[in-house]
């Protein structure tokens, strides 16, 4: 167990429609970062947030959107969802001080597009 | 731009029999190096990482990776494969706060 909490674990849903991914990072960490694992494109980075402002963006589409809470959980907002948003969606966060690297994973939100 | 390759996408190997995943990677700066591995139906987990000094780092369940600046290398080793390491395994690099840029994986599997 990573200690990073990401809900819902599945979600299916039809295109068009829009829905929120949540994480809580480990207690302590004040750093969330997305990121999308598909089949054809792998694992992209999507947005780092830290402590509550977004720190760096990747390759985020305009449709999706995220913050960070004051109590340091995340959301991520896919909207208006087409086929090719079918992914796991992961979150990480890391430790105060340490590199971008050293993530921990939550065990991902499975997003299915109807 | 950084990018990973991971030239692998599948590799099988026997239980017991030593392992080498191989990683390359194209970045301006001296990097951060690192693996991660993903079990079936978990988040990624992080297996070792470089930062600098000593080349060649040891991780958990017994991997271990060199770092090859003339390569440009980082490829991942275990002298004997154990049927539970069977999982999706990816290299990745990064520098200071720059998020890391994933390789899209090996996975491997394990046979008796």
């Known amino acids: 167990d990573s200690g990073v909490t990401q809900t819902p674990k599945h979600l299916i849903t039809a295109t068009g429609q829009r829905v929120t991914l949540r994480c809580s990072p480990r207690s302590g960490d004040l750093s969330v970062y997305w990121y999308q694992q598909s089949l054809d494109q792998g694992l992209q980075f999507l947005i780092q947030?830290?402590?509550?402002?977004?720190?760096a963006k990747g390759n985020i589409l305009e449709r999706f959107s995220a913050q960070q809470f004051p109590d340091l959980h995340s959301e991520l907002n896919l909207s208006s969802l087409e086929l090719g948003d079918s992914a796991l969606y992961f979150c990480a966060s890391s430790a105060p001080g340490t590199p971008a690297g050293e993530l921990f994973f939550g065990e991902g939100s499975r997003l299915t597009v109807l | 731009a950084q990018s990973v390759t991971q030239p692998d996408i599948h590799i099988t190997v026997s239980e017991g029999a030593s392992l080498e995943l191989r990683c390359n990677y194209s970045?301006?700066?001296?990097?951060?190096l690192f693996w991660y591995v993903q079990s079936p139906g978990q988040g990624l987990q992080l297996l070792l990482k470089?930062?600098?000094?000593?080349?060649l780092v040891q991780g958990i369940k017994g991997f271990e990776a060199e770092f090859k600046r003339s390569q440009s290398s980082f490829n991942l080793r275990k002298p004997s494969v154990h049927w539970s390491d069977a999982a999706e395994y990816f290299c990745?690099?990064?520098?200071?706060?720059?998020?890391?840029?994933f390789g899209k994986g090996t996975r491997l599997s394990v046979i008796a």
């Open positions: 970045y301006g700066a001296t990097p951060y």
């Open positions: 947030y830290y402590n509550g402002e977004e720190r």
């Open positions: 470089y930062f600098s000094g000593d080349t």
């Open positions: 990745a690099v990064g520098a200071g706060n720059t998020p890391l840029v």
